[in-house]
């Protein structure tokens, strides 16, 4: 490795007192060094910071008001030090050797890749296991390497992200953080900005453990309207941005379709939910077919797969066979984050 850069581990907790350390040892159980571990309580009420004090001073803790997760990792961001930025909710996992991997590649790849996702193994309260590359029906050959088109695939569906990313600090300055207006789907808000940025690393092997609990959003959330009103909101604030630079036209094409859906699906899940009988069965109806409808769409030649290509295809590309001793431009601006 060129060089070993700080990373911090943002963990925003609420009501987490029975799952909390086992994230926390996750992150401490890290085979990379130099990490810095930050616990933000979101207000708890139960036993979260007895259980936290006992983990003494291998980790920092902050306190807030609860504001949601969103600002909670925005405080935890501002109070880190790491120039490489990543995050665990306290009901998951890290696998030991995520940070490193994650650093060595983005170290191999060079300031032009702002970020680094890695496959998760996901465990849901009603027994299934799969991956989140496959729920959102990407992968690759490599085991590793660089995906040259988040944005496209992005404007499309969404990729289970926070606890498997770690983010360069100048990008995620730059993105704005997590917009904290948003209470569910902050993370795809904020993987579709850092998709702007161009291309990302990536490791096929799922490298985090994320476990669904009966009280976790996705799980109370699923498929309802508050969703679905964040998913509009989220697409309508990418068409405010630069996807809407000639770039990124496919991407803009693709999220204008997917802004059409959330809209109908809005309406449908509405009727689904209403009393009158009519309307909920229509709702129901809609909902089946878009089921269907997406299912051949995602066969389809027009359905944006995953692009990508190792490292050192990257480096060719750049032309940059020596990453170590070739500079690289970076990312050119940082802004502050969004007003809490």
Sequence with gaps: MLHS???SAVIPTHNRANAVCSAVESVLAQTYAPLETIVVDDGSTDDTQGVLRRLGDRIRVICQENAGPASARNVGVLASRGEIISFLDSDDEWLPGKIERQVKLLER????????VSNMELCFVDGRHHTSFDSARIGSWHREGIWLNPAEVLATRFLMFNQGVAIRREA????GGFDERLRVLEDYDLALRLSLYGPWAFVQEPLVVWKQRRDSVSYTLKDSPMSSEAWLRVLKKAFASALLAPEYASARRLARRQFRIARRMLVARELADSDNGAGRLAGKAYLRAHRAWDSCF????????MKAITVEEYQKRRGLADIGRSPEPGIQKAVALPPR
């Design 298 to 305: 995602a066969r389809s030649p027009w359905y944006p797969r």
């Design 109 to 116: 790849a060079g300031s032009s890749v702002c970020c680094c």
């Design 172 to 175: 995620f300055e730059k993105a």
């Design 5 to 7: 850069p700080l990373v």
